[in-house]
Structure formats: C-alpha cells, structure tokens
C-alpha cells in the first residue's frame, strides 16, 4: 500500500518562501508522476505541479511564476517549493501519486496545513 | 484558468439516487475521457471514486457511478447511505498547457 506524508513548517511570512516535502513509502517515486495539491480553508481543490520518475515537470499556469518542484530518489521524496507568498497561499497542502495517462490521483496524503501570517 | 463549475450542495434519501453534475468546456470535460470524482470527508484525505469517467477504483461500491455527455460529466449515487455524506469533487485533464482542473465541490447530504 503506498503511503504519503507531507511535512514542512506550517508557519510562513509574507514575501518568504514555502517549501514542503512529501516522503513516499510503500512504493518508488522511480515510477509514476508525483503531484502537489492544495485547498485553501473553505474552498475547493487547486493543483498545483507534477513532477514525473524520468523528470518531466509541469506546473499550473496560475502559479507557474513563484513554484518549483522537485525529486530526490536517494529518500524516495519529492518536493514543493512557493515563492512570494501572500495570504491567499494559505491552505492545506497535498501530496499525491498521479496516474498521469489518465490524469488522476490514486493515493493521497494527509495534507498539512499552511498558514501565511507575519 | 477556471475550475470546473459543481453545484454547491445535493441531497437525497437514504435509498434514492443523486446525481451531482460538473461542467466544463470542450477543451477539458468535453474533449478528454478524463474525468475523475473524489470524495472528502471533513479533515481527511480525497478519496478516489470514480476515473476515466466511468471506472470504479477496486473497493468502490458500484453503486457510484460516472458518465459524461457533451462539457458535463455526472457522478451518480444510488441507493444513498448515511456514509455518503460528504464532499464530491470532479477533475479533469485539460491539455497538456493547462493540465488539471478541479471543480467547486459539492457538498453532498443524506437527510
């Protein structure tokens, strides 16, 4: 059973950037696209960026300026990295492994929650 | 770039069917077969139900079920449970430039 667990600060100033990490077990980041995903408290679910096992990335338009993700196989982990943040950042941030031919998630973490507050 | 548009709130029940729809364009709904539904349960994860518009991830009951005509697709839930209440959330594939798109939720009740 593939498991997920996002962790990073849960705290982040405005203009400073977000960074967050998801740990994959069960399974390797060596297959697959890997994705973050995010919903803000109250409000629906926005993807964010892909990350794929031969490096192929892609990011939502919206966000494709201030976002940056990566892989580190050594740690069968990926990353997330949001610059510039303001308070419209603040959410509840997802990992998940996605299908990518068929364009859905199938196995999801937690999520942790994300505040942006000086 | 523009969610996916859900009616907020559906109910039914326990015993009937609903139906909760999700429209989009023909670039995203309307021109891939890759529409996805998740269920949400408060403070927990999304929870896979339904992919490629019509196929049930193993463990799924059947009595979800998805479909699409045209820009809208539809996930149906039939003979309601008490643990259906919960949040229902469509996706799909919008090209490779605008990739995913998310709808509003609908937040589903069992009366």
């Known amino acids: 059973q593939v498991q997920l667990q996002e962790s990073g600060p849960g705290l982040v100033k405005p203009s400073e950037t977000l960074s967050l990490t998801c740990t994959v077990s069960g399974g390797s980041i060596n297959s697959y696209c890997w994705s973050w995903i995010r919903q803000p408290p109250g409000k629906g679910l926005e993807w964010i960026a892909y990350i794929c096992y031969n490096g192929d990335t892609n990011y939502n338009p919206s966000l494709k300026s201030r976002v940056t993700i990566s892989k580190d196989t050594s740690k069968n982990q990926f990353s997330l990295n949001l610059s510039s943040v303001t308070a419209a950042d603040t959410a509840v941030y997802s990992c998940a492994r996605l299908v990518s031919g068929a364009a859905h998630f199938d196995y999801w973490g937690q999520g942790t929650l994300v505040t942006v507050s000086s | 770039q523009s969610a996916l548009t859900q009616p907020p709130s559906a109910s039914g029940s326990p015993g009937q069917s609903v139906t909760i729809s999700c429209t989009g364009t023909?670039?995203?709904?309307?021109?891939?077969?890759?529409v996805s539904w998740y269920q949400q349960y408060p403070g927990k994860a999304p929870k896979l139900m339904i992919y490629?518009?019509?196929k049930r991830p193993s463990g799924v009951p059947d009595r979800f079920s998805g479909s699409k005509s045209g820009n809208t697709a539809s996930l149906t839930v039939s003979g309601l449970q008490a643990e259906d209440e919960a949040d229902y959330y469509c996706s799909s594939y919008a090209g490779s430039n605008n990739w995913g798109l998310f709808g509003g939720g609908t937040k589903l009740t069992v009366l």
């Open positions: 490629d518009v019509i």
């Open positions: 023909s670039s995203d709904v309307g021109g891939h077969n890759y």
